[in-house]
């Protein structure tokens, strides 16, 4: 991108994780798999971590879609610890809606991680 070629980390971190929300929203979830592990990848390398939480959010929901349920949780929690660490209330609030999609999918042991975390998440 533009971004990426001027040097601009913090904004080509946010242009791959929008790209990949507006593929999810169009329902190429594969794509949006690709552009938010990419939004992931550089975020940890550039200790970006309010960026890093919301792109765990958008890989979460998208995993969700793509029937990774264990994934998906997998990020959730990643998020849920991030936004604890940041006092990120939006992006907690944002897990919990996450958490809820993915429970009545989920397997027993799952269904377990999922209420474990949104019980974590009322205390």
């Known amino acids: 991108s533009i971004y990426e070629d001027l040097g601009n ?8 994780n929008d790209l990949g929300r507006l ?3 169009m329902e190429n979830h594969a794509t949006a798999k690709e552009l938010l592990f990419r939004s992931i990848q550089l975020a940890q390398e550039h200790n970006k971590l309010d960026t890093l939480c919301r792109a765990y959010i958008n890989i979460a929901n998208t995993l969700l879609y793509l029937d990774e349920i264990d994934l ?4 959730a929690e990643k998020g849920q610890e991030l936004a604890t660490r940041l006092h ?3 992006e907690f609030e944002a897990i919990k809606v996450i958490l ?13 991680r999922c209420y ?3 019980i974590t998440m009322e205390e």
């Open 9 to 16: 980390v913090v904004r080509t971190i946010g242009r791959y």
């Open 23 to 25: 593929e999810a929203k």
């Open 72 to 75: 998906a949780i997998d990020y």
């Open 88 to 90: 990120a209330h939006t």
């Open 100 to 112: 809820t999609k993915i429970y009545p999918s989920a397997t027993a042991w799952s269904k377990d």
């Open 116 to 118: 474990n975390n949104l």
